[in-house]
């Protein structure tokens, strides 16, 4: 078609774009002559505001009843500047607007001023658009930061995280304080080389360099603090781990430290606690490894050996993470030399808050261990230390827990829980599930300081086979909605109970996500189970 010379194909081709383009940018326009009490509003805006045209307010009239009391002032401040002769040429304000159905959405406003001859605004008129999904996930990322950064704050630890070049991003107030400092800002940028003489800045950088290449923590180390000024030699235990962004990729290291100078010292000063201290080394050098292989995806093959009479005790475990920072783990615990005791955790939320909690519980774990031949004291000293903390933080967090100890020399399974879904057994009487009634439980980790958690046991001649596992398996669910729950688990394991362990356990995971139709589960995954021989 040949073009008219007055150009109204144009504007029609102009009109046409500007309305696709509207419609894909799901925004809609408004058109106001200031000397009118009347506005104009596209279709998509009446849409918005959940109201016709005829019950549409205009909302840019004062007393502006329509914008959320909080936004109100902030609201007429634009607008005012903007009707001001001499005022800015655009309006923009993100506003809280009531909707007819008695609601609020979020309206990012935006708008063109017209002006007369004297500067006075005659006309505005511009787009509107939803952006009330983006608000609420703005103002959770928020409290989500808040929350973590109280919790590092009042944390009684050193936290910090550094970049590639081991070069301090985040630290706490404690951390800062420790080193002489003020406050995180004096300390923020500065390497270990502007704090620490090189016996000791050195090898802490060779060891976080060494994460970053791969991927693996160090925890548990006790490092020898030199320093160039008067304030002496220190020592801390410390735990490193590689610092990942949300693709998995590692963008330096953060750690965790403690003060056990007095420890040391005391080591040196008096010959009877130096060997004390040389057998809690040795333990905690073991208890290190093993973290190590846990945190190698937490499926790890190396495991106590704990011999009985007919033979050893056999395990396994899965650990399907959803992302690289969790909040499952577990942890098997030589206790003597006929006993081992089996903890499963499941800490509340992902990411990099649960990942600190779960350094907290492993640190915790180690104080616990003298306990662990007692389930329910073992537990309660986790949850004391644990409530003690987020407490001082006021910070609201919680882990659930299951620990069971399998004592050969007496014949009998202990085992207690804190919130956490019990343990499964399967033996000669088939297969149960424990701590099934409420008074066998305990409440989460962290909730409820001083709290008890009942100790229960179950002959070792009815076991064959104990497995643990976390609610990411009984959550799993299918295109109903329906969840996998316990029963269907036991089932799971009675089909299963003579196939050899690992083949169970593989079992187990292609048994629930063939319910739940799909290749991956919605929630960390943690299953750790034990045989006793035949």
Same mark, same amino acid.
């Given at each position: ?8 194909? =144009? ?9 696709? !383009? ?55 401040? !634009? ?48 787009? =509107? ?35 590639? @070049? ?14 002489? =400092? ?122 106590? =050996? ?17 992302? %690289? ?25 992902? %990411? ?150 690992? @083949? ?31």
């Amino acid at each position: 078609m040949t073009p008219s010379n007055d150009g109204s194909d =144009m504007a029609d081709v102009d009109g046409s774009r500007l309305e696709l !383009a509207l419609r894909a940018s799901n925004e809609g326009i408004w058109d106001w002559w200031t000397d009118k009490r009347e506005i104009y509003y596209s279709r998509r805006i009446l849409e918005f505001l959940e109201c016709g045209d005829r019950r549409a307010p205009n909302f840019f009239l004062a007393p502006h009843e329509s914008i959320h009391e909080e936004d109100r002032e902030e609201f007429a401040a !634009a607008l005012g500047s903007a009707l001001d002769p001499g005022g800015p040429e655009y309006l923009a304000i993100d506003s809280r607007v009531h909707t007819g159905s008695d609601g609020w959405i979020w309206l990012r406003i935006r708008g063109s001023v017209v002006r007369d001859r004297t500067g006075h605004a005659t006309r505005i008129a511009g787009s =509107m658009i939803d952006i009330s999904r983006r608000k609420a996930a703005e103002a959770q990322i928020e409290e989500e930061r808040h929350v973590l950064s109280t919790l590092i704050e009042h944390v009684p630890l050193q936290i910090y995280f550094k970049d590639t @070049e081991s070069r301090f991003v985040i630290v706490n107030q404690q951390m800062a304080e420790w080193n002489g =400092m003020a406050g995180p800002e004096k300390i923020i940028g500065k390497h270990d080389r502007d704090l620490f003489a090189e016996a000791h800045w050195k090898e802490a950088f060779e060891d976080e360099q060494a994460i970053i290449r791969s991927g693996e923590a160090i925890t548990g180390k006790i490092e020898h603090e030199v320093r160039d000024d008067e304030r002496g030699d220190t020592w801390v235990m410390t735990s490193k781990f590689p610092w990942r962004d949300r693709k998995g990729r590692i963008k330096g290291t953060f750690g965790v430290s403690s003060d056990v100078t007095d420890l040391v010292l005391a080591q040196k000063q008096a010959a009877e606690l130096a060997a004390e201290l040389a057998l809690r080394n040795q333990t905690y050098e073991e208890e290190v490894q093993l973290a190590r292989e846990i945190q190698q995806a937490l499926a790890s093959s190396a495991f106590p =050996m704990v011999r009985h009479h007919r033979g050893n005790l056999h395990f396994g475990s899965r650990y399907l993470p959803i992302s %690289g920072l969790a909040g499952d783990f577990f942890e098997v615990v030589q206790v003597g030399r006929t006993g081992v005791g089996l903890l499963i955790c499941d800490v509340m939320g992902h %990411g990099v808050r649960a990942a600190l909690v779960v350094a907290m519980l492993r640190g915790l774990l180690e104080k616990q261990r003298r306990d662990a031949g007692r389930p329910g004291r073992f537990l309660k000293g986790l949850n004391d230390g644990l409530s003690a903390i987020l407490q001082r933080a006021d910070a609201t967090m919680f882990a659930t827990a299951f620990y069971a100890l399998i004592d050969l020399e007496k014949g009998v399974v202990r085992y207690a829980c804190a919130g956490h879904p019990g343990a499964i057994i399967s033996g000669p009487s088939g297969v149960r599930q424990l701590s099934c009634e409420r008074d066998q439980r305990g409440p989460g980790l962290g909730i409820m300081p001083k709290a008890e958690f009942p100790e229960n046991e179950v002959p070792l001649r009815e076991v064959d086979r104990l497995l643990l596992f976390t609610d990411g398996i009984l959550e799993a669910e299918d295109h109903t909605g329906e969840a996998f729950f316990e029963k269907r688990l036991m089932d799971v394991v009675a089909e299963r109970s003579e196939e050899p362990l690992e @083949e169970m356990l593989d079992g187990i995971i292609a048994s629930v996500l063939e319910f739940a139709e799909g290749e991956h589960f919605d929630d960390d995954v943690c299953l750790l189970a034990t045989e006793l021989p035949k």
